[in-house]
């Protein structure tokens, strides 16, 4: 299936329109008309951006009140069931680079370019301390142009079958995104994990930061 994308640029936020067109914002100092182009192999093109809210919740899509659990996930682009939410889902699966991220209105992923940048820097990172074996597709990887691709197709894939599920059609989605590396073969595993976005605190939240520190806080 094709995808499209917009070019939309508000203050310093940066936003992913995935369904049914995408669109995406990168970090500026402020609203700048996008750029016309005809679509390319993927679908994409780019139109003059239209203001939007970053707020938490938005008239179409609302937080979760769903009390079974709904989560989908995505294996290098490619759907597979899952139970279980996404702290067990990095406690379960092998170690390595993640972010978290959710949607924006529904359709967004906010600040999509910074977690595609993160995980390019986190593999590189882990590759080079030892905790994380080199996998053969290293150099696409930690290409943040390179990832784009299939960080997309596989953020797509899960939010569409997120979207599918009973109950979840109008909810935010928080979004876990994991690489990992087999240590047979080298070959490395993107994974894409949804469940509904939680209800935000009506209350003020306490903090306590237990624990020693990461071994590697950049990556």
Same mark, same amino acid.
């Given at each position: 299936?094709?995808?499209?994308?917009?070019?939309?640029?508000?203050?310093?936020?940066?936003?992913?329109?995935?369904?049914?067109?995408?669109?995406?914002?990168?970090?500026?100092?402020?609203?700048?008309?996008?750029?016309?182009?005809?679509?390319?192999?993927?679908?994409?093109?780019?139109?003059?951006?239209?203001?939007?809210?970053?707020?938490?919740?938005?008239?179409?899509?609302?937080?979760?009140?769903?009390?079974?659990?709904?989560?989908?996930?995505?294996?290098?682009?490619?759907?597979?069931?899952?139970?279980?939410?996404?702290?067990?889902?990095?406690?379960?699966?092998?170690?390595?680079?993640?972010?978290?991220? =959710?949607? /924006?209105?529904?359709?967004? @992923?906010?600040?999509?370019?910074?977690?595609? &940048?993160?995980?390019?820097?986190?593999? #590189? +990172?882990?590759?080079?301390?030892?905790?994380?074996?080199?996998?053969?597709?290293?150099?696409?990887?930690?290409?943040?142009?390179?990832? =784009?691709? /299939?960080?997309?197709?596989? @953020?797509?894939?899960?939010?569409?079958?997120? &979207?599918?599920?009973?109950?979840?059609? #109008? +909810?935010?989605?928080?979004?876990?995104?994991?690489?990992?590396?087999?240590?047979?073969?080298?070959?490395?595993?993107?994974?894409?994990?949804?469940?509904?976005?939680?209800?935000?605190?009506?209350?003020?939240?306490?903090?306590?930061?237990?624990?020693?520190?990461?071994?590697?806080?950049?990556?």
């Amino acid at each position: 299936m094709g995808l499209s994308a917009k070019l939309l640029v508000i203050g310093a936020a940066l936003v992913v329109t995935l369904s049914p067109a995408f669109s995406f914002t990168t970090s500026a100092g402020g609203l700048k008309p996008g750029i016309s182009a005809p679509p390319d192999a993927w679908g994409f093109s780019c139109s003059t951006p239209t203001a939007t809210r970053a707020g938490r919740g938005w008239t179409g899509a609302t937080m979760s009140t769903v009390t079974t659990p709904t989560h989908s996930l995505a294996c290098n682009g490619e759907p597979l069931p899952c139970s279980i939410a996404s702290d067990e889902f990095l406690k379960t699966y092998p170690r390595g680079p993640y972010t978290t991220g =959710r949607t /924006l209105d529904g359709k967004s @992923v906010f600040e999509f370019e910074f977690h595609n &940048r993160r995980i390019a820097q986190s593999v #590189q +990172l882990m590759v080079d301390a030892g905790s994380l074996k080199r996998p053969e597709e290293y150099d696409v990887l930690t290409d943040p142009e390179r990832l =784009r691709p /299939l960080l997309l197709e596989g @953020v797509r894939r899960a939010l569409t079958d997120f &979207r599918a599920l009973d109950g979840c059609s #109008q +909810l935010e989605a928080k979004i876990t995104i994991l690489v990992t590396v087999d240590e047979e073969g080298s070959t490395h595993k993107l994974w894409v994990h949804c469940q509904p976005l939680g209800e935000r605190p009506s209350k003020p939240v306490r903090i306590q930061i237990m624990g020693a520190p990461r071994d590697n806080p950049e990556a």
